[in-house]
């Protein structure tokens, strides 16, 4: 899933101040991956106030879990095994059979189907198409290819949420059947992605796969790793974020002439809509249910910011991979930090966020008022950076990348 400037990720070194309910602060995470994946101090700074200014707070990964443990009450989770016979009537009925659902040798040349010599004019034929995508929307293409090649760890995050993981890895379920279907059709992805890399010869795969390998390798850092609430919420953001990804990159390689590649990336997009509105509709049954933890859950989450899942990404050359992964995203307009925004408003929006009331505690409340502000305060930290960045005159820098064989895309670094 492409993402794109700080204020959209995570994963480009110093992270922006952050408004929280006791004041502003910022956390700090080295860019280099190797930094990245050792287990971590969180440093917390107070600033833009003078009398704190200078002082550092050290926060331990402990202090940090100690507000979501408490969703791993045996009440709160008695939630979500109670949902269970709702997750068997309104989610499930998302996932297509295999039989209905469509595969890549739909999508591509399929040497059964054309025979030896339909079948080598018909990767002509796609390579000459091929040759018409721009570099940059070429980059964000393998990126999107690598972040769902990574499917390995997604499964595995799904199966660390309590009362709703497969114990097994056959349990029958809904939730786990859930996890074992949406795992069959986002193996697909990175299938068909992959395949047209390769059949397009654009560019390096060894470097491309040996991205995937490190991807896999790393993981990927979640807040909140055990809680359904806080990984149900995380999954709703990200596949509305890959489906906006994937769409916009079907838009503009279809601009560009490639009809394929198009199609390809729309059938991808169709999956993660569908995808989005089993996760969207999981968090709406627990706003139902039980809203002060859910909005309590949604803020948690937009504090810490959704990292997203491919930040550990390196090919291992440039430990810097991700943020020009992203820039390039957000120069393109296949992500950007305003689809970020445009996304937290319309979770806000599908929660009805805004109309919470009965049912909260002090801390819901403050909770959805936080929520319900965040969108317009990203607003304001998007016109700020857009004025520093026309002040400043920045101006684009050439980043070689191993995926092209290393020729330079020109990107705005922050």
């Not at 100690?66 to 979500?80: C, D, F, I």
């Not at 654009?202 to 040996?210: K, P, T, Y």
């Not at 995380?234 to 906006?244: G, K, L, N, S, V």
């Not at 502000?373 to 998007?382: A, D, T």
């Amino acid at each position: 899933m492409a993402t794109a400037t700080i204020l959209a990720t995570p994963g480009h070194g110093v992270v922006p101040c952050k408004p929280n309910t006791t004041g502003n602060y910022c956390f700090y995470k080295a860019s280099s991956a190797k930094t990245r994946g050792s287990l971590r101090v969180i440093m917390k700074r107070r600033c833009m106030s003078s009398a704190s200014r200078g002082t550092m707070d050290v926060v331990t990964r402990e202090e940090e879990e100690e507000e979501w443990m408490g969703y791993l009450a045996p009440e709160r989770l008695e939630v979500l095994a109670q949902l269970e016979p709702w997750a068997e009537a309104h989610v499930l009925p998302l996932l297509k059979p295999a039989e209905e659902a469509w595969q890549p040798s739909d999508l591509l040349p399929d040497t059964a189907a054309l025979g030896a010599d339909g079948f080598h004019a018909a990767c002509l034929e796609l390579r000459e198409r091929a040759a018409g995508v721009p570099d940059p929307y070429l980059v964000c293409l393998v990126g999107n290819m690598v972040t769902e090649e990574a499917l390995p760890t997604y499964q595995s995050m799904l199966n660390r949420f309590e009362a709703v993981r497969d114990l097994t890895g056959a349990d029958g379920t809904a939730w786990a059947r859930w996890i074992r279907g949406w795992s069959a059709e986002e193996n697909r992805h990175g299938d068909v992605l992959s395949r047209y890399l390769y059949l397009s010869g654009r560019v390096d795969m060894r470097q491309v796969e040996r991205t995937v390998h490190n991807l896999i390798g790393s993981g990927m850092a979640l807040h909140a790793a055990r809680s359904p609430y806080h990984g149900f919420i995380y999954a709703a953001f990200q596949e509305r974020a890959t489906a906006i990804s994937h769409g916009n990159t079907a838009r503009h390689v279809g601009a560009h002439g490639e009809a394929a590649l198009a199609r390809v990336c729309g059938a991808i997009m169709a999956d993660e809509k569908r995808h989005e509105a089993a996760y969207t509709r999981i968090v709406g049954k627990l706003f139902e249910v039980d809203p002060d933890a859910a909005v309590r859950a949604f803020a948690y989450m937009m504090r810490r910011r959704i990292t997203m899942p491919a930040a550990l990404m390196t090919d291992g050359r440039d430990d810097d991979l991700f943020a020009h992964y992203a820039a390039a995203a957000q120069q393109t307009g296949v992500y950007t930090a305003a689809d970020y925004r445009r996304i937290v408003e319309h979770l806000i929006r599908q929660w009805r966020v805004e109309e919470l009331a009965a049912g909260l505690s002090s801390e819901g409340r403050r909770a959805r008022d936080y929520v319900c502000r965040l969108p317009q305060k990203i607003r304001r930290m998007e016109v700020k950076a857009h004025d520093r960045a026309a002040e400043a005159q920045k101006k684009p820098t050439p980043i070689p990348l191993s995926w092209i064989f290393d020729r330079p895309v020109s990107v705005m670094l922050p």
